[in-house]
């Protein structure tokens, strides 16, 4: 490399992933926690490279960069970078796809047993000093036999297939791009039609991307065809399942409950209605937030800068657009 790279890292990384930039000879690094758009806009004129968490990079903060050449996302998902406007100014756009799969797939378990097993009742009756209403309780519900439907069965769902088949659970899987024999392979039964296939299941967990395809791919009309006994996980992205049509099916016991890691607008308004649902378990987007994860994706982010100015970024690293 004949001058040092300029890096911009938008939002902290763990320090392990900080420690790939510190001291190297190559690059120079600065970092920045505000992520308005005046202060994107202005920072990011100089830089060849950035990471970038879920900040939003618009089209209008891209169009200020005149040397980027590098997008990493310190994460799988990339709704929040202005793809058109990055392909128009010739820049590659990285993910850390070997960093989190595994961390939401545990995430959608716990979230999972949290709803079968109805959070904190038996933890509440036992410190109440109510040890003896057990009989009285309602009861929990099993994993083991129940069917659930994986949406979406990339690097997050075909991790998440094991352990539900670990749970002895009976997989189904709607991915339209996913071949029969892969899904089969791995354990699971291809589902052609979601609207016919959501009918017959007792769990549904989502792990699509955000687009106009998936946008309110959840929505009510689909949520009253579902058994009453269903339970939603989106651990995906906000907008995937339409919030107020969820409110409004877990209200009238269309379905059992539902966990969100995810939400339309982050941080959800104080007016959001499932803040008060309690049939909904919430996580504030965290299902990737293990201290294990956070090492990893720190470091995927930074080295894929560092792999791609030293033109070994593997090309699976890379999202086509
Ligand atoms: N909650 C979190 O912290 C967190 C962390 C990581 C990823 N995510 C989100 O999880 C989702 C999945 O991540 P991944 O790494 O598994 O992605 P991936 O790209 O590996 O897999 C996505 C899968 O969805 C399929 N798909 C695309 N459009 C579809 C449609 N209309 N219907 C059915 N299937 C469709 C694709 O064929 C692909 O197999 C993304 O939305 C990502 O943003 C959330």
């Not at 590659?92 to 709803?115: C, D, K, R, Y």
């Not at 109440?128 to 990339?154: M, Q, V, W, Y």
């Not at 104080?270 to 378990?281: W, Y």
């Amino acid at each position: 490399m004949s001058s040092k790279k300029k890096i911009l890292v938008i939002q902290p990384v763990h320090d392990l992933g900080m420690e790939l930039l510190i001291n190297n000879p190559n690059f120079e690094y600065e970092t920045t926690n505000d992520i308005s758009e005046n202060n994107l806009k202005s920072k990011i004129v100089n830089f060849d490279g950035v990471s970038v968490r879920t900040a939003i990079l618009n089209k209008d903060i891209i169009n200020e960069a005149k040397n980027l050449k590098i997008i990493s996302r310190h994460g799988v998902g990339y709704d929040n970078i202005d793809l058109p406007k990055a392909k128009e100014k010739g820049i590659q756009l990285a993910i850390t796809s070997n960093a989190n799969a595994v961390t939401v797939a545990e995430h959608v378990m716990f979230m999972l047993l949290n709803l079968s097993k109805k959070k904190d009742m038996y933890d509440k009756t036992v410190r109440s000093g109510n040890f003896t209403d057990r009989n009285k309780l309602p009861k929990t519900i099993e994993l083991c036999g129940k069917n659930i439907l994986i949406a979406g069965f990339g690097r997050i769902g075909q991790s998440l297939i094991k352990r539900c088949l670990g749970f002895e659970m009976k997989v189904y899987v709607y991915d339209p791009f996913v071949d029969k024999e892969k899904i089969e392979k791995l354990g699971g039964k291809k589902i052609e039609s979601l609207n016919e296939s959501v009918k017959e299941m007792d769990a549904i967990s989502l792990h699509v991307p955000l687009n106009k395809n998936t946008k309110n791919l959840i929505n009510y009309d689909l949520l009253k065809t579902m058994k009453r006994n269903c339970i939603i996980i989106n651990a995906a992205r906000g907008g995937i399942i339409n919030e107020n049509d969820l409110d409004k099916a877990l209200n009238e016991n269309l379905i059992y409950g539902a966990g969100l890691d995810v939400f339309e607008t982050e941080p959800p308004s104080k007016n959001n209605p499932l803040l008060k649902n309690n049939k909904v378990f919430l996580s504030p987007h965290t299902a990737a937030f293990t201290e294990e994860c956070m090492i990893r994706m720190g470091k995927e982010t930074i080295q894929n800068i560092i792999d791609f100015f030293d033109e070994k970024l593997e090309k699976s690293k890379l999202v086509k657009f």
